[in-house]
């Protein structure tokens, strides 16, 4: 029995900041990739609720150079396109909303993590291409992030 099976099922039972920090431990521990896949699952759901402080995990390892840990948001990120796929073309104004306060979330924590000097340009790349476009209608915050990166690290 995992951890994971023990904390409610129901959306909004723990926070996303609680589940996104239990996933950063379990990358750490090396966890199984079935507790790691159903902490990636229930973090999406959620996600919406986040803020740019819930999305700052540090690396555990200091091999890597940079100071936040991409990968984790960027596998949250591509499981919630998943989830996003699922649902009805008809979509609801609620799920427009949803998906443009995560646009502007990831922009926001793109902003952050491009202040690192030593952040490679292939995690900023992978972190701005992990959400579809429809999530931005301006991309202002992107520009605004990509500009932060080129101006400390070039």
């Given at each position: ?24 431990i ?36 200091t ?18 396109v ?73």
């Amino acid at each position: 029995m995992s951890i994971v099976s023990m904390i409610p099922g129901d959306r909004g039972s723990v926070s996303v900041g609680f589940l996104l920090r239990l996933l950063s431990i379990a990358n750490y521990l090396r966890a199984s990739p079935m507790t790691k896949a159903e902490l990636i699952r229930r973090s999406s759901l959620q996600f919406e609720e986040a803020t740019v402080n819930d999305l700052l995990f540090p690396l555990h390892s200091t091999s890597q150079g940079h100071s936040y840990d991409i990968d984790l948001v960027v596998s949250v990120l591509e499981s919630l396109v998943v989830l996003w796929r699922r649902i009805s073309p008809a979509a609801t104004s609620q799920f427009m909303a949803s998906i443009r306060k995560v646009g502007k979330l990831v922009d926001s924590y793109l902003l952050v993590a491009a202040k690192d000097v030593n952040m490679p340009v292939s995690k900023i790349v992978s972190l701005s291409e992990a959400l579809p476009d429809i999530t931005r209608p301006e991309h202002d915050g992107l520009c605004k992030a990509i500009n932060t990166y080129l101006k400390v690290s070039y």
